[in-house]
Each structure stands twice: as C-alpha cells, then as structure tokens.
C-alpha cells in the first residue's frame, strides 16, 4: 500500500462504579472475516485503564470490522465487587467497523450492571 498515512486504534477503560481507571482488565481484539474471528492481539489495561500503545497502528491497521472482548467479569472479581454467580456481566464484546485511515478510538465505561460505549477521539 502506497498510502503513507496509517490509522490506529486505541481504547481504555473505566470503572464507573470506582470513579476510576479499569486497571488490569484483560482485552482480545478480534478482525472479522465473514463468519470466522482472527486473533488480533490479547492485552491488559495498565494503571490509567489504557493499553501500553496501540491496539493496531501503521501497517497492521486495515479497515473493516473488528471486536473488542472485554473481560469484565474477570477485572471485577479481581476488584473483590461483591457478585452474584453467575454475574451480570462477564465478557463485553463490541463490534464496530474501521472505514478510514483514521484513529479510531473505542472506550468502555463499565459498572457491575451496565456498560457503554462510543467513537472517541
């Protein structure tokens, strides 16, 4: 490809709950082939909720659609958040698709009982 300009994708995540970075949370990035899901990358949110550097960047970032798995139920148990079994909440997958060569950045807001999310900058 002779486009010199490279998008990226970032994300990170916050305990709505704590009112504070999701640190140690486990993340699985998935691209999106038809039916079939390649592994991408597995990372760990650090202590500010975020990844080390980008999830993809440069020549690995290609359009199309792609998934974050969340490992939520993990990072709150890990937390000692009192719940029930099975939880509310186990692993967030988000599905979103990258149309340009632009940052693309997917945040989680995550509690016990409910999440969101939305195209950041």
Do not use: W
Request: hydrophobic share 35%.
């Amino acid at each position: 490809m002779s486009n010199t300009k490279h998008g990226r994708l970032t994300t990170h995540v916050l305990d709505t709950a704590k009112g504070c970075p999701a640190a140690g949370l486990a993340i699985t990035l998935y691209r999106i082939e038809g039916e079939t899901l390649q592994l991408i990358k597995k990372v760990t949110t650090n202590a500010d909720g975020r990844c080390d550097s980008p999830l993809l960047e440069g020549d690995a970032f290609q359009t199309g659609e792609y998934e974050l798995v969340f490992e939520v139920g993990g990072y709150l148990k890990q937390q000692g958040t009192d719940l029930p079994e099975p939880s509310f909440l186990n692993l967030v997958p988000i599905r979103f698709g990258m149309a340009e060569q632009a940052h693309y950045h997917v945040p989680l807001l995550v509690s016990p009982y409910g999440y969101s999310t939305y195209r950041g900058s």
